[in-house]
């Protein structure tokens, strides 16, 4: 089991950047796909994007495509979510996920097993 749990969310203004961390707890960090999800009110969570166990693929939406960036470091038992050029429509609640798994492209909501609490992302205009 992976406990999880994010940071680095705030108000920012539109263009600025903001980098979001997600901490694991466990020692099998690095056995674990990790996604970033983010749900804005009266909308469904949906993928921002996601990063194999090793780093070996990502995925991004196509609303953030050249705006955000996903890494993660295994020594550190972290995943992040840089993000530049903010927009307003980023404003959500950004959540982390987590789920044991070597296959490409863990993309649902329903794939994964683990989430954080969720870090407000606002940006304003």
């Known amino acids: 089991q992976v406990q999880l749990v994010e940071s680095g969310g705030g108000l920012m203004q539109a263009g600025g950047s903001l980098r979001l961390s997600c901490a694991a707890s466990?020692?099998?960090?690095?056995?674990?796909?990790m996604g970033w999800f983010r749900q804005a009110p009266g909308k469904e969570r949906e993928i921002v994007a996601a990063i194999g166990w090793s780093g070996g693929w990502t995925y991004y939406a196509d609303s953030v495509k050249g705006r955000i960036t996903i890494s993660r470091d295994n020594a550190k038992n972290t995943v992040y979510l840089q993000m530049n050029s903010l927009k307003p429509e980023d404003t959500a609640v950004y959540y982390c996920?987590?789920?044991?798994?070597?296959?490409?492209?863990?993309?649902?909501?329903?794939?994964?097993?683990?989430w954080g609490q969720g870090t407000q992302v606002t940006v304003s205009s």
């Open positions: 996920a987590a789920r044991l798994g070597s296959s490409s492209y863990y993309i649902r909501v329903q794939q994964y097993d683990y």
């Open positions: 466990g020692r099998t960090f690095s056995s674990y796909a």
